[in-house]
C-alpha cells in the first residue's frame, strides 16, 4: 500500500487564542496512519522538509511504522495550517503554503513508487496544487494504466486554495478519471457541483470509469455505489464528539484496509463485490471516523479499538 500527497503541520488552539499545539497532518499523512494502525502495511511519498517541523512529520510516520524509503527529503519548509472550530467542533483552516515543501514533486521522485505496490491512495491538496500536481497525476496515470494496483482517490476540497468551482471541478474530474475508488464528502460535492445531488455526481463519476464511488455526509453516515450496481448504505453513530480533524481521514483509510482484509481490493474484485462485502466496508469505515471525532485532532483508532467499538456501537460484523 502506497499513500502520496502532502504531510503538514496542523496548529491545533490549546486553551487561549494565543497557544497552538503542532500536531502531524494532512490528509495523505494522516490516512497512512491510519492504515498503519489498523494493520497494512504502507509506504509514505510525501516530500518532508528539513526542519524541525519536518522532523515531526518523520519522527511520527516512523513511530508508527510507515516506510519512508519513497520520501523524499526536501529543501523547502513544511506547509502548516491553523486550525479553528465553529460551536459544533468542524474545523476550518487557514494555510501557510506558498513556496512549502509539499507542491515541489519531480519527475524523479515521483518515479520512486515502491515495487510490489497493489493499492496506490492519492488525493487532497497535492493532486490540484501546481506545480508539483502535474507529476503526480503522471504517475498515477502510469499505475492506472498497468492495470494491477488499485487506485483510490479523495479530492478532500479546500475552496481557499481553488479559485472557483469551475476550475475545482476540472481538476477533481482528472484525477477521478483516473481512480477505481474515489471517496468525497457531501461538502466536497455540494461546492463543487452545486445545486447536484450525490446519486448525480456519483453516476457522473461511475461515467469516468470509476468503479466505486463512497459519499460521505456527516453525522448522517455515508453511501457506497459500485458500477457493478452494488450499493450500501449506513447511518453515522451518535458519539460524544471532540472535533471532526482527521475524521474523513480516517474513514478512508478504514475504507481502504477494509477492501484489502475482504480480498476486494483490486480492479477486477470491484467490478464483482457483493453488497454484504460492500456494506461490511462502509460499517468499518463509519466506526473508524466516529472514533475520530471523539478524539482531539487527527488520531485514527487501531485496529483493536475498532473491532472493540463495533460492540459498543451495536455494528455486526
Known amino acids: ?3 502520496i500527497g ?5 496548529l491545533v488552539p490549546a486553551g487561549s487564542d494565543r497557544t497552538f499545539v503542532a500536531h502531524p497532518g494532512g490528509s495523505p499523512f494522516n490516512v497512512a496512519v491510519g492504515l498503519a494502525r489498523l494493520g497494512t502495511r504502507t509506504a509514505l511519498m510525501a516530500r518532508l522538509g528539513d526542519c524541525a517541523f519536518g522532523a515531526i512529520l518523520r519522527r511520527q510516520a516512523r513511530d508508527e511504522g510507515i516506510d519512508l524509503s519513497a520520501a523524499p527529503l526536501a529543501r523547502e519548509a513544511t506547509s502548516l495550517a491553523v486550525v479553528s472550530f465553529d460551536a459544533e467542533a468542524r474545523a476550518s483552516y487557514d494555510f501557510y503554503f506558498d513556496g ?9 521522485e515521483v518515479d520512486r513508487v515502491p515495487a510490489g505496490t497493489t493499492v496506490l491512495h492519492f488525493g487532497s491538496v497535492a493532486s490540484w496544487r501546481a506545480p508539483g500536481d502535474v507529476q503526480i497525476t503522471r504517475m498515477v496515470e502510469a499505475v492506472r494504466q498497468g492495470g494491477e494496483a488499485l487506485v483510490s482517490y479523495d479530492p478532500n476540497i479546500r475552496p481557499l486554495l481553488l479559485r472557483d468551482p469551475a476550475h475545482g471541478r476540472a481538476m477533481v474530474e482528472r484525477s477521478v478519471g483516473l481512480a477505481h ?4 464528502s457531501s461538502e466536497d460535492v455540494g461546492w463543487l457541483y452545486p445545486g447536484h445531488t450525490l446519486d448525480t455526481v456519483g453516476r457522473r463519476w ?3 470509469g470509476v468503479r466505486l464511488v463512497v ?4 453525522a448522517s453516515g455515508a453511501v457506497a455505489v459500485a458500477a457493478s450496481g452494488a450499493t450500501a448504505v449506513r447511518p453515522g453513530l451518535a458519539v460524544d464528539l ?9 474513514f478512508t483509510s478504514a475504507l481502504i484496509d477494509s477492501l484489502v482484509r475482504l480480498g476486494v481490493a483490486s480492479p477486477t474484485s470491484l467490478d464483482t463485490i457483493a453488497e454484504s462485502d460492500l456494506a461490511a466496508v462502509v460499517e468499518d ?3 473508524a471516523s466516529a472514533l475520530t471525532c471523539e478524539r482531539p485532532g487527527a488520531d485514527p483508532p487501531t485496529a483493536v479499538e475498532v473491532a472493540t467499538a463495533r460492540r459498543r456501537f451495536r455494528v455486526s460484523r
Open 181 to 184: 475508488v474515489v471517496k468525497a
Open 242 to 250: 471532540s472535533d471532526t480533524v482527521g475524521a474523513g481521514d480516517s
Open 285 to 287: 469505515a463509519v466506526v
Open 1 to 3: 500500500m502506497t499513500v
Open 100 to 108: 512549502t515543501a509539499d507542491w515541489n514533486w519531480s519527475a524523479p
Open 6 to 10: 502532502e504531510a503538514l503541520i496542523d
Open 215 to 218: 459519499f460521505t455526509d456527516g
Open 206 to 208: 461511475l461515467n469516468l
